[in-house]
C-alpha cells in the first residue's frame, strides 16, 4: 500500500476517534514510525504531508537524517543508551523515553540547543517495559528542574500488546491523569503539554483519551521496504 493511501485511513480514524470524544482533530500530530523500513518509504512519507519521523535505534535515524533530501521534524522514541545520545542530539527535536536522571545528565552535557523530552511512564507496570513508575513521576520531574537543556513538554507510555480495549483505555487515562497532576504543580521546566501515546493498534482508543502524538509505524508505512 502507498503511505497516501495509509494516511487516508489513519486521518479517518482519527476524525472518528475525535467526533467520539468531542475533541478537535487538530490537536493530534502523527509520527511516522520509520524504523521498519527504508528512507525511501520514510521520504514517501514526508511527500505524502508526514512532517513528524519517529526512529529507536540511533543507526536507523542517522541514517535517515543524512540520506534523505526531504527535511522532517525527527523523534527519537525508543530507549535511549547514555553513551548514544551523542549520536543522535543535534538531529532531533523530540525525546520520546527519558526515565532516568543519567540521560537527563547526558543530553544536558552534550547540546546547547533545547530538547523537548517526554518522560517515560510504565503505567502498565509490566517488567518488560522501561519507564518511570507512576508514583515517582512527579518526583522524578521536579528532580529535572536544574536541566536547562531540557524542558518536560509531556509523558509517553507503551500500552500493553493486547486488543483487551477495557486495558488499553484505563493504561490511556491514566496517563491523562497523571499529566493533570503534574500540571497541577506548574512547573517551569514541564509544562506537560503533550501525551505521546497510540501506536498501530491501539490510535483511536488512545486519541478518545486524549492523545496528542501518536506513533504510528506498520500501519502507515509498513513492516518492511
Ligand atoms: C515501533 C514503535 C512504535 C510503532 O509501532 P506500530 O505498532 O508499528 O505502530 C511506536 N512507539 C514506539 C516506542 C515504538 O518502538
Not at 40 to 45: C, F, I, L, N, S
Not at 97 to 112: F, G, H, M, P, Y
Not at 130 to 145: H, N, V
Amino acid at each position: 500500500m502507498k503511505v497516501a493511501e495509509n494516511l487516508v485511513a489513519i486521518e479517518e480514524k482519527i476524525l472518528q476517534a475525535c467526533q467520539k470524544s468531542g475533541r478537535n482533530p487538530e490537536e493530534i500530530t502523527i509520527v511516522a514510525v520509520t524504523k521498519y523500513v527504508s528512507a525511501e518509504r520514510a521520504q514517501e512519507a514526508v511527500a505524502a504531508g508526514i512532517t513528524n519521523l519517529g526512529e529507536n535505534r540511533d543507526e536507523g535515524l542517522s541514517h535517515k537524517y543524512s540520506t534523505m533530501k526531504q527535511k522532517a521534524v525527527w523523534h527519537f522514541i525508543g530507549s535511549l543508551q547514555t553513551k548514544k545520545v551523542k549520536n543522535i542530539i543535534d538531529k532531533v527535536e523530540y525525546i520520546h523515553s527519558l526515565d532516568r536522571i543519567s540521560l537527563a545528565e547526558e543530553i544536558q552535557k552534550r547540546t546547547d540547543k533545547q530538547v523537548k523530552c517526554f518522560v517515560q511512564v510504565n503505567v502498565s507496570g509490566e517488567n518488560s517495559k522501561r519507564g518511570i513508575e507512576p508514583a515517582e513521576a512527579l518526583e522524578f520531574i521536579k528532580s529535572l528542574e536544574g536541566f536547562d537543556r531540557l524542558s518536560v513538554a509531556g509523558l509517553m507510555t507503551m500500552a500493553p500488546l493486547t486488543d483487551n480495549e477495557s486495558v488499553l483505555r484505563s493504561c490511556f487515562k491514566k496517563l491523562k491523569e497523571l499529566q493533570g497532576e503534574i500540571q497541577d504543580a506548574r512547573l517551569g521546566h514541564a509544562p506537560c503539554t503533550e501525551l505521546s501515546m497510540g501506536m498501530s493498534n491501539d490510535f483511536p482508543i488512545a486519541i478518545e483519551e486524549g492523545a496528542t502524538i501518536i506513533r504510528i509505524g506498520t500501519a502507515l508505512v509498513g513492516e518492511d521496504s
